[in-house]
């Protein structure tokens, strides 16, 4: 299967640490980068190649993969993290993929 | 500092073509492919696929392939994704984005435009 899924929402008490998952065949073998998007704004890439943060992007945000699922875990939740948070690999094909994303509530 | 500046918000008829660009800076725009990504309204992030501008080299997602164009202008360093005839499923958030070198995610996105169809 060529499909990415994420549970649809999520939520975490401010300051506690909090998962996001991502699910799919393709991410044994292709790793998953993830992107935070905030109301009317664009995305924005938060982890890139499984655990590499973009400069500007707080230590608290990081990546980790295990077999067919992928993570992105926040540790100290801000209320800022609170937006929806997408992940993204590609397929056998090259295609690239995007799971249909997380909301975050932060509480 | 890379940037990529999105045409603006466009509001268009069933059946009338578009253009709408994307405007790469702060990098060399030949040596990066750019990617299309369409969100329609409340929804998650669809790739649409992808356009290498130093040749022209295109990849489209099979669910667009043959209903839309990736082109590009090395000149002035712009991309364009356009419509030959609009559908009111295609009222969407487009966005361009960067894709880093040798890998699949996408490192700059531009702003987004807005075309909304309808009669």
């Known amino acids: 299967s060529s499909e990415l899924t994420q549970d649809p929402a999520v939520s975490v008490a401010l300051g506690q640490t909090v998962r996001i998952t991502c699910q799919g065949d393709s991410l044994r073998s292709f790793s998953a980068s993830w992107y935070q998007q905030k109301p009317g704004q664009a995305p924005v890439l938060v982890i890139y190649d499984r655990n590499n943060r973009p400069s500007g992007i707080p230590d608290r945000f990081s990546g980790s993969s295990s077999g067919n699922t992928a993570s992105l875990t926040i540790t100290g939740a801000q209320a800022e993290d609170e937006a929806d948070y997408f992940c993204n690999s590609r397929d056998s094909s090259g295609y690239r993929l995007f799971a249909g994303g997380t909301k975050l509530t932060v509480l | 500092e890379v940037q990529l500046g999105q045409s603006g918000v466009e509001v268009k008829k069933p059946g009338e073509s578009l253009k709408i660009s994307c405007k790469g800076s702060?990098?060399?725009?030949?040596?990066?492919?750019i990617g299309w990504v369409r969100q329609m309204p409340g929804k998650g992030l669809e790739w649409m696929g992808i356009?290498?501008?130093?040749?022209?080299?295109?990849r489209y997602s099979p669910s667009f392939q043959g209903q839309v164009t990736f082109s590009a202008d090395k000149s002035i360093s712009t991309a364009y994704l356009q419509w030959s005839s609009l559908k009111a499923s295609d009222t969407a958030m487009y966005y361009c984005?960067?894709?880093?070198?040798?890998?699949?995610?996408?490192?700059?996105w531009g702003q987004g435009t807005l075309v909304t169809v309808s009669s």
């Open positions: 356009i290498y501008p130093g040749d022209s080299d295109t």
């Open positions: 702060g990098y060399t725009f030949t040596s990066y492919w």
């Open positions: 984005a960067r894709q880093a070198g040798g890998s699949h995610y996408f490192d700059n």
